[in-house]
């Protein structure tokens, strides 16, 4: 039998990870780069992404506003003229919307849709063009959350929900319009993980107790232990898995 951890190796290939410049992206990039892909690591802290780069081989970093269509266009068309391909894209980058729905801003709202839902469909469409016209396939991930499945409340953020909710089925959407082009689309469902983005959350008391209380596994989850979803989902080990979300969760929906 060959050697069935081939197929989780990247080599030759070239990833787009947004928000790389800091958390589950920035792991991302590490654990790519670990396993021979080039990443292109995309986020709006240049310093970081630098630094970034600095550290771990074959990382290109890109400054890029997702909310900006033209950002997103030259995040991608940056990375065909450098590296000539994209064969994966994650779309990590996301903002949550702390505030109970009968307070927040429309402005707040739309914020977050456009970043956490309408940015993704925007650099997947210009990826899976570039991905149908070099006729290798490619994968995408999506990083959702639970809270695409479930309400977060009383850990209110009503934007982030909506957007996660949109983000599970634009997945599914995705994976059936373009499996033709064997371009896989996927998601991967984190519950609460230790990054910048639960920091606070982690950090109080409240907060920390409440994450031990609703999770079966009794604890947040680190972003190492997300490695192996997303490898699954963006290497060949995961070659018939399409419109799927992976739930890496510590337990949170199987309640
Ligand atoms: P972080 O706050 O550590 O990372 C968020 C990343 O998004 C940063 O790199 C930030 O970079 C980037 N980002 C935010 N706004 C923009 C923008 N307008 N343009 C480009 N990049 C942007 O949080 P996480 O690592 O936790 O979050 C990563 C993803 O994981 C998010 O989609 C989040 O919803 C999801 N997730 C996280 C969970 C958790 O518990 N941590 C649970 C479930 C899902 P910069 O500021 O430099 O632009």
């Known amino acids: 039998m060959s050697d069935p951890f081939h197929s989780f190796h990247l080599d030759n290939k070239v990833a787009i990870i947004t928000g790389a410049s800091s958390g589950i992206g920035a792991q991302t990039a590490k654990l790519f780069s670990s396993v021979g892909a080039t990443v292109i690591a995309a986020a709006r802290r240049l310093d970081r ?7 771990v081989p074959n990382v290109i970093p890109i400054q890029c506003d997702v909310t900006s269509d ?14 000539n391909r994209v064969d994966i894209l994650i779309n990590n980058a996301g903002i949550s919307d702390p505030i109970a729905a009968l307070d927040e801003e429309l402005s707040e709202f739309r914020r977050v ?29 999506n990083v959702a959350s ?28 995705l994976a059936l319009e373009w499996a033709r082009y064997n371009i896989r689309v996927n998601a991967i469902a984190p519950g609460y993980v ?14 920390r107790k409440w994450i031990e209380r609703n999770t079966p596994m009794r604890r947040p989850g680190n972003v190492e232990e997300l ?29």
């Open 49 to 55: 992404l630098e630094k970034l780069a600095e550290e």
């Open 70 to 83: 033209e950002d997103c266009e030259k995040l991608v068309q940056s990375t065909i003229e450098q590296c």
């Open 113 to 141: 849709i456009q970043i956490d839902l309408i940015s993704c469909f925007y650099l997947s469409q210009l990826c899976a063009r570039s991905m149908k016209e070099q006729q290798t396939g490619g994968a995408i991930v």
């Open 146 to 173: 639970v809270h695409g499945f479930v309400g977060s409340a009383p850990n209110n953020q009503p934007g982030y929900s909506a957007a996660k909710g949109g983000l599970v089925n634009l997945t599914r959407e």
């Open 194 to 207: 230790a990054t910048e983005l639960t920091d606070d959350m982690i950090a109080g008391e409240s907060g």
């Open 227 to 255: 490695n192996g979803a997303m490898l699954l989902l963006s290497s060949d080990a995961g070659s018939y898995i399409t419109g799927e979300t992976i739930a890496v969760d510590g337990g949170w929906l199987a309640r």
